[in-house]
C-alpha cells in the first residue's frame, strides 16, 4: 500500500521556520520525484517544490525560491522542506506527492500519481 504521511505543520510567527516532513512508502522512493504543493483557502492548489530522487534535481517556485530548501533522505524514504523567512502569505495546507520520474513539469498536480494528505502550516503576524 503506498502512502506518504505529510508532517511538520503548525503555527509559527511571520519570520520564522518550519520543517516538512513527508515520509514515504508502498513504492521504490528512488523511482520517484517527490513534490511538496499547498493549498490556501480560496485558491488553487500551488507547486512549491519538488525533488528528483534519482538525480536530488530541484525546482522551487519563484515565491518560494531563496527561503525554502528541499531535501531528501533515500535511507529513510523521506523527503523535507524547510520553511524560513515565512510569511503571511504561506499559510496553506500544504501537501506531498510522488511523481514517476521523469517529472517534466514539477509544477503540475498531473504529474503526481500519489498523494498524502495534508499538513496546515499557519504564519501569523
Known amino acids: 500500500e503506498v502512502q506518504l504521511q505529510a508532517s511538520g505543520g503548525g503555527l509559527v510567527q511571520a519570520g520564522g521556520s518550519l520543517r516538512l516532513s513527508c515520509a514515504a512508502s508502498?513504492?521504490?522512493?528512488?523511482?520517484?520525484?517527490i513534490g511538496w504543493f499547498r493549498q490556501a483557502p480560496g485558491k488553487e492548489r500551488e507547486g512549491v517544490s519538488c525533488?528528483?530522487?534519482?538525480?536530488?534535481?530541484?525546482y522551487y517556485a519563484d515565491s518560494v525560491k531563496g527561503r525554502f530548501t528541499i531535501s531528501s533522505d533515500n535511507a529513510k524514504n523521506t523527503v523535507y522542506l524547510q520553511m524560513n523567512s515565512l510569511k503571511l502569505e504561506d499559510t496553506a495546507v500544504y501537501y506531498c506527492?510522488?511523481?514517476?520520474?521523469?517529472?517534466?513539469?514539477?509544477?503540475?498536480?498531473?504529474?503526481?500519481?500519489?498523494w498524502g494528505q495534508g499538513t496546515l502550516v499557519t504564519v501569523s503576524s
Open positions: 506527492a510522488a511523481g514517476l520520474i521523469p517529472v517534466v513539469t514539477p509544477y503540475s498536480e498531473y504529474e503526481y500519481d500519489y
Open positions: 508502498g513504492f521504490t522512493f528512488d523511482d520517484y520525484a
Open positions: 525533488i528528483s530522487n534519482s538525480d536530488g534535481s530541484t
